[in-house]
């Protein structure tokens, strides 16, 4: 049942989609879809008790980032100098064969240029760090890649808005727990962004500093343009 055309559908590497469907109370269409995953098979491990019960079958999965994690490239000649971050991802996505949907703001930092030669996903995720924003895989009907700048990580409505059992309001995701936690992780009290060829910016608070101690991190490999952008 598992073979179509003479090509067996249980390989690694095929879509999986994960999705719920639920009622919509009084709202047409009847019921909506939530999407919950998508990504792609990477191993299949079936189980065969001995005592005859069922087969057990196991599936191991990872999302467009564990795809993207994959793609290593060949170097170009350099180029991309003075494109914009979001324009950055965009190309590193193109390069590695990305199939879905580029969900992205337009970034405010440029970019030095690129022979594309790093590990796709290190690439993106060097792009995102150095605009100061993020990037990430969201649940959607097919591979979905967001991208935010730092400005609309700051200026933009939450993504989703939650609220507790008691509320009734359409479109908002319940509740039932929160949890805060004050970590000192990422407590750093001398902080000097650089980036490759550049000189390092640092900045300090001397009240932290009064507080913590020198926490120190340091970044020297920013792909940003100028040292100003750090």
């Known amino acids: 049942p598992h073979v179509s055309g003479g090509v067996t559908g249980i390989r690694a590497w095929r879509p999986v989609r994960i999705s719920v469907s639920r009622p ?6 009847a019921t909506s879809v939530d999407y919950l995953f998508y990504g792609y098979a990477t191993m299949w491990r079936e189980d065969y008790p001995m005592s005859g019960a069922q087969n057990i079958m196991r599936v191991e999965c990872v999302d467009e980032f564990g795809r993207l994690a994959r793609v290593n490239n060949f170097a170009q000649s350099p180029q991309g100098a003075g494109e914009r971050t979001d324009q950055r991802v965009q190309r590193i996505l193109a390069n590695a064969g990305f199939r879905g949907t580029l969900d992205a703001s337009t970034g405010n930092t440029t970019c030095q240029a690129t022979t594309l030669s790093q590990n796709a996903l290190t690439e993106l995720k060097l792009v995102a760090d150095s605009e100061g924003g993020f990037i990430d895989c969201i649940p959607a009907a097919e591979p979905t890649i967001r991208f935010r700048s730092r400005t609309t990580i700051f200026s933009a409505p939450p993504i989703v808005t939650l609220s507790d059992l008691s509320d009734t309001t359409a479109g908002r995701v319940k ?13 750093y009290t001398i902080v000097g962004m650089g980036r490759v060829g550049g000189v390092v910016q640092q900045v300090s608070d001397e009240t932290s500093r009064a507080l913590y101690g020198d926490l120190k991190y340091v970044r020297t490999d920013l792909v940003s343009e100028t040292d100003a952008q750090c």
């Open 24 to 29: 919509n109370i009084g709202i047409p269409p």
């Open 175 to 187: 509740y039932e727990l929160v949890q805060q936690e004050y970590s000192g992780d990422l407590v």
